[in-house]
Nanobody, 119 residues
């Protein structure tokens, strides 16, 4: 079992930056693939970025070059640095921890944090 708590959301002007944090507890953090997803009103939840315990990161095309995902395994925390933000980035952002054992996938979610980009 993994518990995830996001923080760092809020209101930012277009072109601004925010940094989201997700603190994990309850299990061995380093074995999970950590990800950030977002869901805008009326839209499906989508992957923003993901980072495994070791290896390369994955980004949605819409955020490449603007967002950076990172993790600190010593602190059991994953971050999402968001720069050059646009109103299209407005959504509830969710932290995800995923582990696959054989054919079984384990998914854990945070409660979400609202990000609003508006002037």
């Amino acid at each position: 079992q993994v518990q995830l708590v996001e923080s760092g959301g809020g209101l930012v002007q277009p072109g601004g930056s925010l940094r989201l944090s997700c603190a994990a507890s309850g299990n061995i953090f380093s074995i999970y693939v950590m990800g950030w997803y977002r869901q805008a009103p009326g839209k499906q939840r989508e992957l923003v970025a993901a980072i495994p315990g070791a290896g390369s990161t994955t980004y949605a095309d819409s955020v490449k070059g603007r967002f950076t995902i990172s993790r600190d395994n010593a602190k059991d925390t994953v971050y999402l640095q968001m720069n050059s933000m646009t109103p299209e980035d407005t959504a509830v952002y969710y932290c995800n921890a995923r582990r696959t054992v054989g054919t079984v996938r384990y998914d854990y979610w945070g409660q979400g944090t609202q990000v609003t980009v508006s002037s």
